[in-house]
């Protein structure tokens, strides 16, 4: 159980690390795009090898499949509302918002991306052979820009420094909860509700990657952000096989 907390704490601590090098270092926009596009590609593996195929295999291609669907268009209809509401960028590491308001969709939208990555996490350890190492990577490398972009937004939004740590500090807590929560109320949950839980995570977050992490990385990087997403999913095809 304690291990679930502390794993989801290991992955959200990604924003925090993120926002702490907006707030303190400068890093070139080619590098943040460079980091998404390899956080692409190893979200991508993980969704596919963890999260799909392990579902399809234990609970069924019926459970998996209207899983897979609906996380996808639960994200899909969520980050809608949160975009419309200032939260478009959030993944952009020279976000543009300009409110209060557009800085709190910034937050909420990644708690959104945070909550069923992170419940994987701690569902990863109910089969006795440890945490999935694949989706805690993923998930933390795609969370660091997270926490650069988000920064910048919220200093845009007039947020304080200390505000803003606090705010991601909650991402952290909230990530290790969910990833508790996922260990401790799914261990008598049968393998057709495991699969469309898992299945539906990975539709979320497969229409994250496509909606906001493919796009900007490639407008931050350029084209060789193809060469950097394929050398992601390749590592995690290899974390995969280990």
Known sequence: MWHALMWGGVSGSAVLIGALAALFVPIQKRLIGYIMAFGTGVLIGAASFELLSESAKNGGFLATGAGFLAGALVFTLLDIVIAQKGAKKRKRSHGQASDQGSGLAIFIGTVMDAIPESIMIGASLLAGKGVSLLLVIAIFISNVPEGLSGTTGLLKSGYSKKKIFLLWLTVLVTSALSAWGGYVFLGSASEAVMAAIAAFAGGGIIAMVGSTMMPEAFQEGGP???????????????????
């Open 224 to 242: 060789v952000v193809g060469f950097m997403a394929a050398l992601g999913l390749f590592v995690s095809l290899l974390l995969n096989e280990l």
